[in-house]
């Protein structure tokens, strides 16, 4: 996702780019392609003539066409319009995004020193050039004018709050500064900029440095087998030999042992590991975290907020961090009760057992399966047969299909950044028009950061002739690769990312804005969720689950009765997942409510806060300091982590109507298409939820759907 004035961009929502793949190939010499019009199908980047040398210099000819392009409307002596400011505002960015949006996705996923070293220079320089432009007082002028006049100025809805938001941006950017504090908060964001990059590249640095070599096999008791053999080419990869085994803090390696690993030490290890990631030695980010909240504060005071937070939650639906945090203790309060219960079936269980211990963080994913199992008669190792990513791919296809009317054919012969990426010509399965082309890179690398995401290589708008520009959208996951003897199998969490992250996706294919600022993802950021959630739903639905979950070995529909197991262990280890959730968010607000002068002693201040939330002793936040990247790793989430739980409050309550009406009613899903995945942030998101809905959201369908009340 895309922000309306550019700046560092990454996922998600807010999304992000490095090398070219060893396997992608490199020309020696070339015309720039970034300089030249696309020649592929739809615009798709040609990613077999993009080498590292290209992203510098078109980096700077797409900053000088810009800075051209705002001196001309600054120069101009019109009176200002929308077609002549607006417009011509978003269309003087073209070359710039069409670098930044390249760079910023590959750097993210195929990283290398090589891009690191271009990062170094190509963010400071991106982030000056948009602090330039966000602080011209002529351009400034010109918006104003808009903005005063936006009553009488013969405006659509859309353009209106185009210009009420653009307005806001520039004041939020520094525009009502005087030079010199405009020149500070350059300086600021020029700043964070580096210290960004520093904090990502520690983080990926030190991920990529813990492994746990494992020799004797019996250590190796109830791991899946796909676990065991992707951890034995791993050793092989590394030159360890036969007998060996070696795990990583990659989810697909660390989750599994948290979760089946029957030797607690090696659960411990793994668990310690991760909780202490990047903390210490030469990949500590904790002196970064101290430099981010210090700056952070400085830029809030310039701008003439009390806090970080305040200015992060003034232009979003919250409108404020009590607001925020008001929410989150709705759902932590019956979260943490429900983990009082959790553990107390867990502590049973192991009693049972005779294991002769308390449960303690490292034992939580262990015994919280075991009880699942034992409640349920459900083994996730069975359940993980049926869910292939190919025949999850197949159900996220249908499941677009059979709500919105779209088809997904593969493009073999597409440009792809690297040989894993699957391309998707996509088209409405009624009229054969076209829709967007859509990516798929699905594998964990070591080039690649952690987690899911979503985001773009080009953009939706429409132009003056009327026709819509389509969009290049892709999703990014870390699941675990194929072995020699299975195709790669999922968890029902694995299961469940996909379907969020295809939803981010529809909402950037689907989009039908007029306006490139408004299409797509390009809304509150605490809305932005909505459309990546709901989707999260019909991932267990059984209607859907007969048409995709097949046993990779036999092809054989997951049977009735597994899906009946399914079903009623679907809120099981709910108080857990809540409670680690809403604990980093409000960790996250707290840090965007301090004003440091100087250092803070960071794990003493998390500590501290989770001994005053009350956190239970066997679980920690969801990410630690050291390692939130959604909050130290880019502005995008700052103080904006609790946007999950609010936009989860909007698609449990969106999605009881479509169980009320049926999960694929044509009518229902005709009005979501519509309000919310084609309007992007054309209107006020809470007009567009409630024209869907109609009515406001409250929590109670977030705490129904979770289980945390009866």
């Known amino acids: 996702m895309k922000p309306r004035l550019i700046t560092i961009a990454t996922a998600a929502l807010v999304a992000a780019s490095v090398a070219v793949l060893p396997s992608c190939k490199k020309k020696e010499m070339h015309t720039n392609p ?75 996923s195929n990283s290398s020193d090589e891009m690191v070293a271009i990062a170094e220079e190509f963010y400071p320089e991106l982030t000056r050039s948009q602090d330039e432009i ?59 900029a580096g210290l960004f990059l520093t904090f990502n590249k520690n983080l990926l640095d030190a991920t990529n440095a813990f492994s746990i070599v494992v020799e004797d096999s019996a250590r190796l008791a109830g791991l899946p087998a796909n676990v065991v053999a992707v951890a034995a080419e791993e050793a092989a990869s590394r030159g360890l030999g036969e007998g060996k085994w070696v795990f990583t803090l990659h989810a697909p390696s660390r989750l599994p042992v ?12 793994m668990y310690e590991g991760y909780t202490t990631l990047a903390s210490d030695g030469e990949h500590n980010n904790l002196p970064v975290i101290n430099k981010i909240l210090q700056a952070r504060a400085k830029k809030a005071k310039l701008l003439g907020f009390d806090t970080f937070g305040a200015y992060m939650t003034d232009n979003v639906m919250a409108g404020s961090v009590d607001a925020a945090r008001n929410l989150l203790m709705q759902i932590w309060k019956p ?17 049972a057992e005779g294991a002769g211990i308390t449960i303690e963080p490292c034992d939580y994913y262990y015994y919280a399966e075991k009880v699942r199992a034992h409640m349920y008669n459900l083994d996730e190792n069975e359940v993980r047969q049926y869910f292939c990513v190919d025949s999850v791919r197949n159900g996220i296809f249908n499941m677009a299909d059979r709500l919105y009317g779209v088809k997904f054919t593969e493009m073999p012969d597409a440009p792809k950044y690297c040989d894993e990426v699957t391309v998707y010509d996509v088209t409405d399965a009624a009229t054969g028009e076209h829709i967007a082309v859509f990516m798929t890179d699905y594998f964990s690398r070591a080039s690649k950061r952690q987690g899911a995401w979503m985001s773009e290589f080009k953009g939706s708008w429409t132009e003056p002739d009327g026709t819509s520009s389509r969009p290049v959208i892709f999703n990014v996951a870390n699941f675990a690769r194929p072995t020699a003897d299975a195709p790669s199998l999922l968890s029902i969490d694995d299961v469940q990312t996909m379907f969020h992250e295809f939803g981010h996706g529809l909402h950037g294919m689907l989009t039908r804005a007029a306006l490139k600022s408004q299409a797509g993802t390009n809304v509150d950021r605490d809305f932005v969720e909505l459309p990546s959630q709901i989707h999260e739903h019909w991932a267990l639905e059984p209607e859907l689950l007969r048409t995709y979950a097949r046993s990779y070995k036999t092809g054989e529909v997951i049977p009735d009765s597994l899906i009946d197991r399914l079903q009623a262990a679907a809120k099981h280890n709910q108080g857990f997942m809540t ?43 969801r990410y630690r300091s050291p390692y939130f990247k959604h909050v130290f790793g880019s502005d995008g989430y700052a103080s904006g982590y609790y946007t999950y739980l609010w936009a989860e409050v909007l698609d ?11 999960v694929f009613d044509p009518e229902t899903a005709a009005s979501f298409r519509k309000n919310i995945l084609e309007a992007g942030g054309s209107e006020d998101p809470m007009v567009l939820f409630e024209r869907f809905r109609g009515h406001k959201p409250t929590p109670a369908a977030l705490l129904r759907h979770r289980g945390l009340v009866d």
Request: no cysteine.
């Open 34 to 108: 970034f300089l030249e019009e696309y020649d592929t199908p739809y615009g798709i980047p040609p990613f077999d003539k993009i080498t590292t040398a290209d992203y510098l210099p078109a980096l700077r000819e797409g900053i000088r066409v810009q800075r051209e392009a705002i001196d001309s409307i600054v120069a101009s002596t019109e009176t200002p319009t929308f077609e002549n400011t607006v417009m011509a505002y978003e269309d003087a960015g073209d070359l710039l995004n069409k670098v930044v949006l390249v760079f910023g996705a590959l750097e993210e």
């Open 134 to 192: 966000s602080m011209n007082a002529g351009l400034f002028d010109r918006f104003k004018y808009l903005y005063e006049h936006r009553d009488s100025i013969g405006l659509t809805p859309d353009r209106r709050l185009a210009v009420e938001k653009y307005y806001k941006d520039f004041v939020r950017n520094g525009a009502l500064l005087n030079d010199e504090d405009k020149a500070r908060l350059s300086e600021l964001n020029t700043e964070l």
């Open 258 to 269: 948290l979760q089946y690993a029957a030797d607690r030490e090696l659960r411990r290890q």
């Open 335 to 351: 979260a943490v009760k429900k983990v009082g219960e959790e553990v107390a079936e867990m502590q049973a269980l192991a009693d």
């Open 579 to 621: 409670a680690e959730l809403v604990g980093a968010a409000l960790l996250d607000l707290a840090y965007g409510s301090l004003n440091p002068d100087g250092d803070v002693d960071v794990a003493a201040f998390e500590a501290d806060f989770a001994k005053e939330l009350g956190m239970p002793s066997q679980l920690t936040f």
């Open 652 to 662: 449990t309550d969106g999605f009881e109507l479509f169980k009320e009406k049926g």
